[in-house]
Each structure stands twice: as C-alpha cells, then as structure tokens.
C-alpha cells in the first residue's frame, strides 16, 4: 500500500480541486456580502448626515464671518483654516466666531476624507459583488462530485466542523472553471455519455479516492460528439424535409405548404433546445431554413394537381 503524501482534509482537496478546473467550487456569502454593504452603506448615509448639518450651520455662520464664505468658494483656504486648528495656530483672545470657524474648517476636512474612504470601500463592495453574481453555478454533475470527495463512502468526511456542510449549501456555491461548451446537448452528453467517452489513463492518474467513482474524459470528445449530434440532425432535417416533399411533388400545394411548416417547427424546436443560440439566432436560423424549403416547393408548385 503506498503511503499517501498528504493528510486527508484540506491538503488533499486542494490536490483535488487544483487538478481538475470543475472542481473549483467555493462559497459566495452572498448573506455576509449583502449584511457588509448595508453596514457600509448605513455608515455612509450617517457621513452624509453629517455633512448636511455642517452646510446648515455654514449658511448661518457666513452671515456673519465672510472667510465661511471663501472656504466654501475654495478648498484650499478650508484646508488652511484646518491646518491652523490642527497646529494650535489659533491665537488666544481670538473672537469665539474665528475659534469656531476654525474648528469646523478642521470637522468638514476630517470629515471630507471620511466620507472619501467610505465611499472607496463601498463602491468597490458593490463592484466585487457584482463580478461574483456573474459567476455560474456548479453545475449538476461537478456537484455531486465535489460532494462524493467530501463525503466519500465508508470514510470519514473529508472537512469536518465549520467546513463539514459547505456542500449543502448548493445556491450560495459559485464555479470558477468554464467548459469550452456549455450548450444543452454537451450538457445532455457529458451526463448520459460522459463515462463512455472516459480517459483511462487520465482517469487512473487523477483518481485520488477511488471509492468515489470519478472518471475524466477530455473535453474534445465531448465537443466531437456534439458536432457530429448536430449535423446528423441538420441532415435530417433538411435532406429528409426535400425528400419528403419530393415524394408529395404531385399531391396538393397546401400539402407541401403543411409538411414545410412541420418541418420548420422541428427546426426551431432542434435548434432552441440542443444549442445555445440566443433567441434571435434561433429567429434567423429558422427564417433561413424555411426560405429554403420555401424555394424548393415554389420552383414545383405548378406540378401539383392544385387545391
């Protein structure tokens, strides 16, 4: 029996998960990141506060000491006037409507770069959220196995404590490896085919709990089978649509016009369920597949024996 390298836990599933890209599975928190930005955000709503009532009071003190007046007009004399309070500048016997400019100069400056750092920590709160939102989640069969590394049969769990239920928490789980395909027939297949198109010797150098029945197959052969699923039903679908329409040339127009719209819906239906493409794709796919058919019974639609 050889002797394993890494204690099970931790170690370990980091060799797992740094060896296979559908493996990198972690949490969002997205609870802790919503709870985080409302604290941010109710620390910036009381700065803002804050600012108000220094502009209300301002309004009342300029009526009466001019320099308010130029503080608000330009910064730098407001940094100035802070700058003296900061340095105990302020000269003794001074009236108490200076002494209190000065001060206020020193409260809007600090509170300037409060509300400055606030808003740098909460817009880039809302911007990381944001990015991790757009992230995919796991997909079926990359969970059920990252749940069968963590909890393998007959073996105690992988993580215990804190980390024993990360997987169960399915909707706050987020992927970071993307597949080369991810259209609904390479998902169909990966999951119905994915062991017969396996890599034995891929899979027996990455098995690192063989009671976990993992099993490693390239991406390619997945992509080949997808290809080689699609263009066997666009054959159908469109030698199959003249070949039929060519057995009905002598029959009714409205015939021909009936097997054209049948054939177009079982090419909307292929299309918008076995790929990827967005709805106008499938739009334009089916209105150029239709055209076609269309110009076939047109260039026969005097042969048929009429309504």
């Not at 604290?39 to 009526?63: C, F, G, P, T, Y």
């Amino acid at each position: 029996m050889q002797t394993p390298t890494r204690l099970r836990g931790i170690p370990t599933l980091s060799t797992f998960i740094g060896s296979d890209t559908d493996a990198l599975i972690f949490r969002k928190f997205s609870v802790l990141a919503a709870r985080n930005l409302l604290h941010l955000q109710s620390r910036i709503n009381e700065l803002e506060s804050q600012l108000d009532d220094l502009d209300a009071s301002d309004v009342e003190a300029a009526k009466s000491n001019p320099h308010v007046s130029d503080c608000a007009r330009a910064y730098d004399e407001l940094q100035d006037a802070a700058a003296q309070f900061r340095e105990g500048k302020v000269v003794e016997g001074e009236e108490e409507a200076m002494r209190k400019f000065y001060e206020n100069a020193h409260e809007r400056v600090r509170l300037h770069g409060e509300i400055s750092s606030a808003l740098h920590r909460y817009r880039k709160a809302l911007l990381d959220e944001h990015r991790i939102q757009t992230l995919p989640s796991p997909s079926s069969t990359a969970l059920s196995t990252f749940k069968r590394i963590l909890r393998p049969a007959k073996q105690t769990p992988l993580l215990t404590g804190y980390d024993g239920k990360i997987a169960d928490r399915t909707s706050d789980l987020v992927a970071l490896g993307q597949p080369g395909e991810d259209d609904r027939l390479s998902r169909f297949l990966r999951y119905t085919c994915g062991y017969c198109l396996r890599d034995r010797k891929l899979t027996a150098s990455r098995s690192s709990s063989p009671e976990a029945k993992i099993y490693y197959y390239p991406p390619r052969r997945v992509q080949m089978l997808s290809y080689s699923v699609s263009v066997i039903f666009c054959g159908i679908l469109l030698v199959g649509a003249m070949a039929c329409l060519g057995a009905i040339e002598r029959r009714s127009w409205k015939l021909r016009i009936a097997m054209v719209s049948v054939f177009t819906g079982l090419f909307a239906v292929v299309v918008g369920l076995l790929s990827g493409a967005r709805r106008a794709e499938v739009f334009g796919a089916t209105a150029a597949y239709a055209a076609v058919l269309v110009v076939f019974v047109g260039s026969n639609v005097g042969v048929g024996n009429g309504g």
